[in-house]
C-alpha cells in the first residue's frame, strides 16, 4: 500500500485490529485513529511516517514497537520531538552521547571534590585539633557503652523469659 492514512478512519469505530506495517504509507498520523476506543492492537512499524504521535487516551496501550521503523516520526513513545516546534525528531544521536559525556565528567568531578571536602573536613579536624579528637572518640565509647548494656539487658531478658517458660 501507499499513500497516506486518511483522516475518516475515525469513523471507523468497531475498528479493533490495524496492521499497515512494512507498506509505503507516508505522511502524518491522524488524531482520529487514536479516538477509536475499540483499536486493540496497532501497527504502524516500517512505513514512512513522519510527524509527531498524535496524544489520545488510546496511545497508552500501545508499545513503541508498534511504531518502530519510522525515522521522522516522534512524540511519547518515541524519542521526543525537538523544541523549535517542527514535530521532527531531536538530532543525531552522537550529538546526544556527547553532552552525555560531558554531564557524565562534571558529575563525577564534582562527586569526587565533595567527597575530597567532605573526609578532610571531618577527618582532617580530628587529625589536627586534639581535644576534638578526643571528644568525638570519648562519644564513640559511650555509644559503644550504651550498645553493649542495651545488648546484655536484652539477652538477660530473653533468658529470663525461656527460662520462666520451661
Excluded: H
Amino acid at each position: 500500500m501507499t499513500g497516506q492514512i486518511s483522516t475518516e478512519i475515525g469513523n471507523l469505530q468497531s475498528l479493533q485490529s490495524l496492521d499497515l506495517s512494512r507498506n509505503q504509507i507516508s505522511g502524518s498520523i491522524p488524531p482520529s485513529l487514536l479516538m477509536i476506543y475499540g483499536l486493540g492492537y496497532l501497527n504502524l512499524s516500517y512505513d514512512n511516517l513522519s510527524g509527531k504521535i498524535p496524544i489520545g487516551t488510546q496511545v497508552q496501550n500501545y508499545d513503541a514497537s508498534s511504531f518502530d521503523g519510522n525515522p521522522q516520526l516522534c512524540g511519547i513513545l518515541l524519542e521526543l520531538c525537538n523544541s523549535k516546534g517542527t514535530d521532527q525528531p531531536n538530532g543525531s544521536s552522537d550529538q546526544e552521547d556527547g553532552n552525555d559525556e560531558l554531564i557524565t565528567q562534571g558529575f563525577y568531578r564534582c562527586l569526587g571534590f565533595g567527597i575530597f571536602v567532605g573526609f578532610w573536613g571531618v577527618c582532617g579536624s580530628l587529625i589536627f585539633k586534639r581535644s576534638w579528637r578526643y571528644a568525638y572518640y570519648n562519644f564513640l565509647n559511650a555509644i559503644i557503652d550504651w550498645l553493649y548494656v542495651r545488648v546484655a539487658l536484652m539477652r538477660r531478658q530473653l533468658k529470663d523469659m525461656l527460662n520462666g517458660q520451661s
